[in-house]
């Protein structure tokens, strides 16, 4: 087990930038997901890590060796593609026997090997077969297990679950996280969804443009959010954002209340919401409108909870809620946090 | 499959193919065939047009293949013909795989417009670059050697072969790649125990179609080399075998007949690889 370490990592594509500068330190055994949208940086941060691009500028360290100028076989790492990239002409035993081949582990312990990988993840009983005869889930675990087989020290997972379809996907996010609690081995975790980023990960870097946007436990990153772009990349609907005087207001959804469904708490902001669409969704109402005394321009959405009682008809204004302390403040030109400024909002 | 769940529309499908096939096997193996019964045919019964081409009306006679081996120097042609096309093939893999994967996943978009470059350099008609080459050989004092030919023959083979492996190694996904250089592999080692394999149809092909074009050019094989020992088959044999006006028949359709069966049965094995290959290819893991 090792802790992965960038310091001043930069990348650059010929006029793009697409690593600008990461410095990023995982702890111990610790599940850290990049979270962040197509484009952001994350998958060509994580090939840095795995040696598979070469830095501009900056070093990798990992376990504290600096490991910068070797080559991916010597980094003590295994990583998961997206595409599994599992090795089509041989056998699933002959691709998870792969890694040890080449760690010079000796034959006669490869068996014990494979079978300890293989039952691990439980797909002792497809050892003979050929990728091409695996299901989506199968080849998930087949890829997992080539990369376990060898005991790295840090594996590197680039969306290992965006091949699978839905439903699988729920349960191979779970098997994920218990897979990495019982080895333990440190994890970097690339992903654009944030489900699995709130799910999986222990801490959340949040990236965009190259650049770390925020990183800490998922908690942190959905209610404190650093700036206005992690406040509307995480969460679903994104966090309502309405300029005030030079400043980002911004609430989440959920907080969104109509008064009557408050029950006359204490520390209320209070709003006249403007209807337009309500989204039914079963568990959950989608209310959009918009709240013209704060910012006549912005887009407002609502999220009701089915306990709630119907009292929003489309095209009327009702009077809505927010509890003072889940307001959050940006910067309207940086985006950046600021405290809550003196004095209501409207 | 159930003769009774097939639909007479289905039946008038395969009777289609099949008939199809039988016609196009025909008239592929029918010169084999007559090159065949002429080979034992003596020369009463093939100069006579009263008789049957396809029918023995005198008896047949093995005379015509032991001439061709104890009047002429077949067996060196066989021997020449073969080592040429063995070097040629090596040469165009060594230098062809290289330059393929270079252009096919180092140089970026230059790649591309090097490969069609590459390719175009193979549109130069042979006979354009007789002259130069032929200055060439000289320079090197290799006139009269099959050695010529070793050096002549793969500035044809390569261009062809560099451009189609590079399709090859492009429909090779780089992850597998990548992938073998995070299990532990160097870069060199990962190409040729991850992408060779997966290229193996490419490289039959590459085999297939250098050795196919060492056999049978004509014209730098006629003029780079005059001892008999030393001569080629597609060389050789009509040097020896058409004297004047007259043509040896039964002893050219056997020295044709001789070297094209082996052939085509290893042409054959190679197609049960590529089909193989190119099924493995298309469902990538």
Same mark, same amino acid.
């Not at chain 1, 990049?34 to 890590?49: A, D, H, Q, V, Y």
């Not at chain 1, 970097?188 to 990183?215: K, N, P, S």
């Not at chain 2, 008939?19 to 007559?34: D, E, H, K, N, R």
């Not at chain 2, 062809?96 to 096919?104: C, I």
């Given at each position: 087990?090792? @802790?992965?370490?960038?310091?001043?990592?930069?990348?650059?594509?010929?006029?793009?930038?697409?690593?600008?500068?990461?410095?990023? !330190?995982?702890?111990?055994?610790?599940?850290?997901? /990049?979270?962040?949208?197509?484009?952001?940086?994350?998958?060509? !941060?994580?090939?840095?890590?795995?040696?598979?691009?070469?830095? &501009?500028?900056?070093?990798?360290?990992?376990?504290?060796?600096?490991?910068?100028? =070797?080559?991916?076989?010597?980094?003590?790492?295994?990583?998961?593609?997206?595409?599994?990239?599992?090795?089509?002409?041989? &056998?699933?035993?002959?691709?998870?026997?792969?890694?040890?081949?080449?760690?010079?582990?000796?034959?006669?312990?490869?068996?014990?090997?494979?079978?300890?990988?293989?039952?691990?993840?439980?797909?002792?009983?497809? /050892?003979?077969?050929?990728?091409?005869?695996?299901?989506? %889930?199968?080849?998930?675990?087949?890829? =997992?297990?080539?990369?376990?087989?060898?005991?790295?020290?840090?594996?590197?997972?680039?969306?290992?679950?965006?091949?699978?379809?839905?439903? !699988?996907?729920?349960?191979?996010?779970?098997?994920?996280?218990?897979?990495?609690?019982?080895?333990?081995?440190?994890?970097?975790?690339?992903?654009?969804?944030?489900?699995?980023?709130?799910?999986?990960?222990?801490?959340?870097?949040?990236?965009?443009?190259?650049?770390?946007?925020?990183?800490? &436990?998922?908690?942190?990153?959905?209610?404190?959010?650093?700036?206005?772009?992690?406040?509307?990349?995480?969460?679903?609907?994104?966090?309502?954002?309405?300029?005030?005087?030079?400043?980002? @207001? %911004?609430?989440?959804?959920?907080?969104?209340?109509?008064?009557?469904?408050?029950?006359?708490?204490?520390? =209320?902001?209070?709003?006249?919401?403007?209807?337009?669409?309500?989204?039914?969704?079963?568990?959950?109402?989608?209310?959009?409108?918009?709240?013209?005394?704060?910012?006549?321009?912005?887009? @407002?959405?609502?999220? /009701?909870? &089915?306990?709630?009682?119907?009292?929003?008809?489309?095209?009327?204004?009702?009077?809505?809620?927010?509890?003072?302390?889940?307001?959050?403040?940006?910067?309207?030109?940086? %985006?950046?946090?600021?405290?809550?400024?003196?004095?209501?909002?409207? | 499959?159930?003769?009774?769940?097939?639909?007479?529309?289905?039946?008038?499908?395969?009777?289609?193919?099949?008939?199809?096939?039988?016609?196009?096997?025909?008239?592929?193996?029918?010169?084999?065939?007559?090159?065949?019964?002429?080979?034992?045919?003596?020369?009463?019964?093939?100069?006579?047009?009263?008789?049957?081409?396809?029918?023995?009306?005198?008896?047949?006679?093995?005379?015509?293949?032991?001439?061709?081996?104890?009047?002429?120097?077949?067996?060196?042609?066989?021997?020449?013909?073969?080592?040429?096309?063995?070097?040629?093939?090596?040469?165009?893999?060594?230098?062809?795989?290289?330059?393929?994967?270079?252009?096919? +996943?180092?140089?970026?978009?230059?790649?591309? +417009?090097?490969? #069609?470059?590459?390719?175009?350099?193979?549109?130069?008609?042979?006979?354009?670059?007789?002259?130069?080459?032929?200055?060439?050989?000289?320079?090197?004092?290799?006139?009269?050697?099959?050695?010529?030919?070793?050096?002549?023959?793969?500035?044809?083979?390569?261009?062809?072969?560099?451009?189609?492996?590079?399709?090859?190694?492009?429909?090779?996904?780089?992850?597998?790649?990548?992938?073998? +250089?995070?299990?532990?592999?160097?870069?060199?080692?990962?190409?040729?125990?991850?992408?060779?394999?997966?290229?193996?149809?490419?490289?039959?092909?590459?085999?297939?179609?250098?050795?196919?074009?060492?056999?049978?050019?004509?014209?730098?094989?006629?003029?780079?080399?005059?001892?008999?020992?030393?001569?080629?088959?597609?060389?050789?044999?009509?040097?020896?075998?058409?004297?004047?006006?007259?043509?040896?028949?039964?002893?050219?359709?056997?020295?044709?007949? #001789?070297?094209?069966?082996?052939?085509?049965?290893?042409?054959?094995?190679?197609?049960?690889?590529? #089909?193989?290959?190119?099924?493995?290819?298309?469902?990538?893991?």
């Amino acid at each position: 087990m090792a @802790v992965v370490e960038t310091r001043g990592l930069r990348k650059r594509f010929g006029d793009t930038v697409a690593v600008d500068g990461i410095d990023l !330190l995982t702890g111990e055994g610790e599940y850290l997901v /990049l979270l962040g949208p197509s484009g952001c940086g994350k998958t060509t !941060l994580l090939r840095l890590i795995a040696g598979l691009e070469s830095p &501009s500028e900056g070093d990798v360290l990992i376990g504290g060796r600096a490991v910068t100028s =070797l080559p991916p076989r010597a980094r003590r790492i295994a990583m998961v593609f997206q595409s599994y990239a599992l090795y089509p002409h041989k &056998s699933v035993s002959r691709n998870i026997a792969f890694p040890l081949a080449a760690a010079g582990v000796p034959k006669d312990e490869w068996r014990q090997r494979i079978h300890w990988a293989a039952s691990l993840l439980g797909i002792e009983h497809l /050892l003979d077969r050929k990728p091409r005869e695996l299901s989506g %889930g199968e080849r998930q675990r087949v890829a =997992l297990a080539r990369a376990m087989v060898r005991e790295p020290e840090v594996f590197l997972l680039d969306e290992p679950l965006s091949n699978l379809d839905a439903k !699988l996907r729920a349960t191979a996010r779970d098997e994920l996280k218990q897979f990495q609690q019982r080895i333990g081995t440190t994890t970097v975790y690339v992903t654009h969804d944030q489900t699995e980023a709130m799910g999986l990960g222990e801490r959340i870097a949040v990236l965009e443009h190259g650049r770390i946007q925020q990183i800490g &436990s998922p908690r942190e990153i959905y209610e404190d959010p650093a700036n206005a772009f992690v406040a509307t990349f995480v969460g679903a609907p994104p966090m309502n954002l309405l300029q005030r005087n030079g400043m980002l @207001v %911004g609430f989440r959804p959920e907080h969104f209340l109509p008064e009557s469904a408050a029950g006359g708490r204490a520390g =209320l902001q209070r709003l006249s919401f403007k209807v337009g669409r309500v989204e039914y969704l079963g568990s959950d109402r989608y209310v959009y409108g918009r709240v013209p005394e704060v910012d006549p321009e912005a887009k @407002v959405v609502a999220k /009701l909870p &089915s306990t709630v009682p119907d009292v929003v008809p489309s095209g009327e204004t009702v009077p809505f809620v927010v509890p003072l302390d889940a307001l959050r403040f940006f910067d309207r030109d940086t %985006g950046v946090r600021k405290p809550p400024p003196p004095g209501p909002i409207a | 499959m159930a003769a009774t769940a097939v639909r007479p529309g289905r039946v008038w499908n395969r009777v289609g193919i099949y008939t199809g096939a039988f016609v196009f096997s025909v008239l592929c193996g029918f010169p084999f065939l007559w090159a065949v019964i002429t080979t034992f045919k003596q020369d009463a019964d093939l100069y006579n047009p009263n008789h049957n081409p396809f029918t023995f009306t005198r008896g047949a006679t093995l005379s015509n293949i032991t001439d061709l081996f104890e009047t002429t120097p077949y067996l060196h042609f066989i021997v020449n013909s073969v080592v040429i096309g063995i070097i040629v093939v090596g040469i165009t893999l060594l230098l062809s795989l290289p330059a393929a994967y270079a252009l096919a +996943r180092l140089s970026g978009s230059w790649g591309r +417009r090097l490969g #069609i470059g590459i390719f175009m350099v193979y549109l130069v008609p042979p006979t354009l670059l007789f002259l130069p080459l032929s200055r060439l050989i000289t320079v090197l004092g290799l006139q009269d050697s099959i050695w010529s030919l070793v050096v002549v023959y793969p500035g044809f083979t390569i261009p062809l072969s560099t451009w189609l492996l590079m399709g090859f190694f492009r429909s090779i996904p780089r992850d597998i790649e990548e992938q073998a +250089r995070v299990d532990g592999y160097s870069r060199l080692q990962a190409v040729i125990r991850t992408v060779l394999p997966l290229t193996l149809p490419g490289i039959f092909s590459v085999v297939v179609f250098s050795f196919t074009l060492t056999m049978q050019d004509f014209i730098y094989a006629l003029s780079f080399v005059s001892s008999s020992s030393r001569m080629t088959i597609s060389v050789g044999v009509p040097t020896y075998l058409i004297r004047g006006d007259v043509f040896y028949w039964q002893s050219l359709m056997a020295s044709a007949v #001789i070297v094209a069966i082996p052939v085509a049965f290893l042409y054959n094995a190679f197609l049960d690889r590529f #089909i193989q290959g190119f099924a493995m290819g298309a469902v990538k893991g």
